[in-house]
């Protein structure tokens, strides 16, 4: 879907509650890749040691390790693809949105200036973009949304 969502769709969400939801979603990846960078750096100490001294032996403080990390990393490989397939469906401003208003974090007026609109317009760029991002990452609460269709409602006898 390489479109802008419409007003009328991007009025019904609290883009305020969605940034955040979404931040915190990239709060905890950052994390996770954190984490998986201090396991390697154990886990190779650990491994180095056991190497240097035969007398060493790996005990379960080494395996654990090596299994957070292990699953951290599958984690982490998982939330990049699917960051990767979520940027094939951005449009080129909401890429823009989505490497400078999510990843870095950079205010309102630097990402007007990024994509050389204006505010007005990047609010709302900026708005479809986050609304994309925590409706692919399940984040938003849907059933307080209400879709209705342009055609009659057809009774079923």
Do not use: W
């Not at 990047?122 to 973009?129: F, L, V």
């Amino acid at each position: 879907m390489k479109i802008l969502l419409s007003k009328d769709y991007l009025d019904k969400f609290e883009i305020r509650e969605v940034v955040k939801s979404v931040h915190k979603k990239f709060d905890e990846y950052n994390y996770k890749v954190y984490l998986a960078k201090n396991y390697f750096g154990k886990t190779t100490t650990r491994i180095k040691e056991v190497v240097i001294s035969p007398s060493f032996t790996i005990n379960d403080s080494v395996l654990n390790t090596t299994i957070k990390r292990e699953e951290l990393l599958k984690e982490i490989k998982t939330f990049n693809s699917k960051v990767k397939y979520l940027k094939s469906t951005l449009t080129d401003d909401e890429k823009i949105i989505f490497k400078f208003g999510i990843e870095q974090r950079l205010t309102i007026d630097e990402l007007a200036d990024a994509l050389a609109k204006s505010p007005k317009t990047t609010k709302k760029i900026r708005k479809s973009c986050y609304i994309k991002v925590a409706l692919y990452f399940n984040l938003l609460n849907t059933s307080k949304v209400t879709y209705r269709s342009n055609r009659a409602n057809i009774q079923s006898e």
